[in-house]
């Protein structure tokens, strides 16, 4: 018998795993479950009983749960249940060792679209394709973190997931979700500029995300390291825009770094604007940068 963890609770739990310094308890290489061995699914309170879920629990939050049939829909104390919903595809399954199995992140991915708007569902694959794991004790609220899956993955698994519940909403998020950002706030800033008008964006060609720009031997002298890299950046124009976090940003040494990073940037005749939280959050401030990236030639699309 297995217990399979499933949606936030699964998404969570390879979130922590995949930090590049888990904590403890998360320090785990999950393999794929062949699933010709998934026998007996557990689904009641005393069969949940018998595994060591504790290392899956969220704070407050119900311990999601995958199960065959709808008709077991009674939740635990604790536990939240969800019907499978259909067939999954191969590579759906992880193995979390103590007879525990994990939905992968395209899975859980699919899972949670079923029930959350277009939005949320393509920030959540653009979180889930990036390199950053929420950290309330981290000053910058992020800690790093390998990507769970890729575009390209998530994009492969929709196709064969097509009659699971939430692969249609996830099918139409798929084309704005982008890998490499590094912060929740790097994509909030990156994505009204490529998506379409009909999504209230702006529709210009989709950017690169921390986009690496390698230095010559005398601007390595400058700046101090073998590249540089920009948040969201359009390298066929040569401008990007930098997220201005005042929490990372405000210290003297971080000041300096700054400077003599826009000085190499400069001389490579790359312009950065930096740009806010507030200004993201501004519509009007948002226009300007729309028509700076207009007057740049950077083409819209949609």
Known sequence: MQAIVCHKSALSFLDKCSRLVPPPGYRIKLEKFDQGGLTR???TKHQLASFDLGRFERPGM???????????????KGIKLHGVGGILPEGSLLDAGTGVLICSAPLAFVQICRNA??????????????????????????VKRRPLTTPEELDGFVVQAK???????????????HGGSASPQETNLALPFYLPARMDGYGFVPPMM?????????????????????????????????YNSYAEHSEAKKIGEDERRALVLHKKGIH???????????????????????????????
């Open 163 to 177: 009659h699971l519940r939430g692969s249609r909403k996830a099918a139409t998020a798929l084309p704005w979700i």
């Open 272 to 302: 950065i604007e930096l740009v806010t939280n507030e200004q993201i959050e501004d519509r009007r401030q948002m226009d300007i940068l729309a028509r700076m990236l207009d007057e740049y030639g950077v083409p819209r699309i949609l």
């Open 41 to 43: 699914w557990a689904c």
């Open 117 to 142: 708007p277009l939005d949320r569902c393509i920030k959540l694959g653009c979180f889930i394709c990036g390199t950053y794991s929420l950290e309330s004790s981290a000053k910058s609220g992020t």
């Open 62 to 76: 119900p311990l999601d749960i995958l199960i065959p049939s709808y008709s077991h829909l009674h939740n635990p």
């Open 210 to 242: 921390n986009y690496k720009i390698p230095l010559d031997k005398d601007e390595r002298a400058i700046e101090g390291s073998l590249n540089v890299k920009i948040d969201v950046y359009w390298p066929d124009w040569k401008i990007g825009f930098e």
